[in-house]
């Protein structure tokens, strides 16, 4: 028996119009379907349609995964986006890979956000996404949230915030909530959050990006910006800190980012292996 409903390619242009009337939802953590799992909003030309590796510097991290999944090691809820009725992975391909293609389970464990949509559904169609329109709308979708939080407009900043990475905004609002927090011993505690924004990013942000320009660093990436580099270089931070037993501070971190990575030939893959490092380091 033929499927008789009819395919429609969302059109997120369409959709950006109206931003302002979808929210993104935290579910929390739940056991989603795996067939339910579409696609990838960061690495999905690592992947093929069955979410097996097509990339050979893929395998070890496969079979590392496939190993402590034998072993019966609980890992980390993998992160996806639910749209529509459908999810797409935001961290935990190869968690996704190994469970799907060695183990056939059915379900996996998700912490889910979803985009609530003001989108009429219909029975009678199938909903498909092309994934790089999918992800270049939850990004807008996340900048809109995080200014909505902050009050850091990028119309007005003499420096817009721009990323090209998903989530990226939810760090940087963490990173300005720890700011408001911790900054000369609680000065800006009970300050309003917007005042704390601006602060954050006239002595912290800007801090950075004249650092970054004078080090040339974002000419060794191609197609990201400053704040992916500032993203990029606070998790770097993070690790070196965790090393060093101490806030080893961005100035000395931008300076060791450069030195590590500036002659490798495939910086576009350094977020992820960040992501995997500070997981498996930190716990």
């Known amino acids: 028996m033929t499927d008789s409903k009819k395919d429609i390619l969302v059109d997120f242009s369409v959709i950006e119009k109206s931003i302002q009337t979808y929210t993104l939802k935290d579910r929390g953590i739940e056991a989603i379907p795996i067939d339910k799992i579409i696609g990838s909003l960061g690495r999905y030309l690592d992947f093929s349609e069955t979410l097996l590796p097509k990339k050979t510097d893929g395998s070890s991290r496969y079979e590392y995964i496939k190993s402590l999944m034998e072993k019966g090691i609980n890992l980390e809820p993998i992160q996806v986006y ?13 968690r996704v890979s190994v469970a799907k293609n060695e183990f056939k389970a059915k379900y996996i464990d998700a912490q889910v956000t979803e985009i609530k949509f003001n989108y009429k559904l219909s029975k009678d169609k199938n909903y498909t996404f092309d994934s790089e329109s999918t992800k270049k709308f939850l990004i807008k ?6 200014q909505h939080a902050t009050f850091l407009n990028n119309k007005i900043l ?5 990323v090209t990475e998903l989530k990226s905004f939810a760090l940087l609002q963490q990173e300005i909530l ?4 911790n900054y000369n011993n609680g000065e800006l505690a009970k300050k309003s959050i917007i005042f704390s924004s601006y602060k954050w990013y006239a002595e912290r942000f800007l801090h950075a990006l004249n650092l ?7 000419s060794k990436f191609k197609n990201r910006t400053f704040t992916d580099l500032y993203v990029w270089i606070q998790r770097h ?3 070196l800190s965790q090393q060093a037993g101490h806030d080893v501070g961005f100035d000395f971190t931008a300076h060791d980012f450069m030195e590590k990575y500036k002659d490798k030939k495939f910086l576009d893959i350094i977020p992820s292996i960040f992501t995997d490092i500070i997981k498996f380091l930190v716990k």
């Open 237 to 239: 931070k993070y690790f």
């Open 82 to 94: 639910q749209v529509l009725d459908n999810y797409f992975i935001i961290d935990g391909h190869h």
């Open 178 to 181: 720890d700011f408001k927090k």
């Open 212 to 218: 970054m320009k004078k080090e040339d660093i974002l």
């Open 141 to 146: 979708l996340e900048e809109d949230t995080f």
């Open 158 to 162: 003499i420096h817009p915030l721009k």
